[in-house]
């Protein structure tokens, strides 16, 4: 174990980061965007990749097997947002937006994507009436992510209050449409089924044929990807969890082999790792 990388604090967290030293050509190191790559701030349109992430994955991914970023945006929004097109080092990049519906491969630079989901166009029609008759709070806004919609309540002067109040009532909105609903930090998105990180990274992974895998998140949403891990674990494949570290979503920090102060903390812990491949 190269000294300066951080040290996991479980057995498991160690013999996966071991796995991937001694082997990196068949590992893949898949991370979330907001919370992990991009500081989340007030308005999720101004979210842009940490000052260092694109140098730092830059650096990393001609060392390993693959990069790839598994996010609930649009795939075409993360590669904008992210500054990750035409980079040096992340010729071969796979963006899986909306948990795996797009694909974006910076090989070819075309988002590939699935039909969209009905439910989406019905529930976003009726979503404006629906909080209005529910009492929304001053601040609660309606962000369109092209294959789901997300109610956020971070700018209500209660967010917590009104995350809770709406949770049950956007949960019934998503059943009747055929969609779920996957809770966040301060942020409620209905989408459809079957969508989820867990299901993309696993996907993925069984396409590379990777040997082993890391994967960075921050938030509820990066649970099914902790889990794909976990199972991949248990199957023989050894594994690392990183969690992009959240006083917000202790759930994901529990479950984490290595937690890490944020973006920042996610950006310098990608650099000791290029570093520790780029002398072995």
């Known amino acids: 174990m190269v000294s300066s990388l951080p040290h996991p604090a479980t057995p498991t967290g160690r013999d996966g980061l071991a796995a991937l030293l001694a082997r990196p050509a068949d590992a893949v190191v898949a991370l979330d965007f907001d919370g992990t790559l991009a500081d989340i701030v007030p308005d999720p349109e101004q979210a842009r990749a940490h000052p260092g992430a694109v140098a730092a994955l830059a650096a990393l991914a001609p060392r390993v097997a693959s990069v790839a970023v598994v996010t609930g945006r649009p795939a075409g929004v993360a590669v904008?947002?992210?500054?990750?097109?035409?980079?040096?080092g992340l010729e071969h990049l796979v963006v899986l937006?909306?948990?795996?519906?797009?694909?974006?491969?910076?090989?070819?630079?075309?988002?590939?994507?699935?039909?969209?989901?009905?439910?989406?166009?019905?529930?976003?029609?009726?979503?404006?009436?629906?909080?209005?008759?529910?009492?929304?709070?001053?601040?609660?806004?309606?962000?369109?992510?092209?294959?789901?919609?997300?109610?956020?309540?971070?700018?209500?002067?209660?967010?917590?209050?009104?995350?809770?109040?709406?949770?049950?009532?956007?949960?019934?909105?998503?059943?009747?449409?055929?969609?779920?609903?996957?809770?966040?930090?301060?942020?409620?998105?209905?989408?459809?089924?079957?969508?989820?990180?867990?299901?993309?990274?696993?996907k993925y992974v069984r396409e590379v044929g990777a040997g082993s895998v890391l994967y960075a998140g921050d938030d509820l949403g990066d649970l099914p990807a902790f889990a794909a891990v976990e199972k991949l674990r248990s199957d023989g494949t050894p594994g690392v969890l990183v969690c992009s570290g959240s006083t917000e979503v202790p759930e994901l920090a529990g479950r984490a082999d290595l937690a890490v102060q944020g973006p920042a903390g996610v950006v310098a812990f990608l650099t000791e790792l290029a570093g520790a491949l780029g002398e072995g």
């Open 80 to 88: 904008r947002y992210g500054g990750f097109a035409g980079v040096p």
């Open 97 to 202: 937006g909306h948990y795996g519906a797009e694909r974006w491969d910076a090989v070819t630079g075309t988002v590939r994507a699935a039909a969209p989901h009905p439910g989406v166009a019905a529930v976003r029609a009726e979503l404006p009436g629906f909080l209005d008759r529910a009492g929304a709070w001053p601040g609660v806004w309606i962000e369109e992510k092209g294959r789901a919609v997300a109610v956020h309540t971070r700018r209500a002067q209660d967010p917590e209050g009104a995350f809770e109040a709406l949770k049950g009532p956007l949960g019934d909105l998503a059943v009747a449409h055929g969609l779920v609903l996957e809770p966040g930090r301060m942020v409620l998105e209905l989408r459809p089924p079957g969508m989820d990180k867990g299901v993309a990274l696993a």
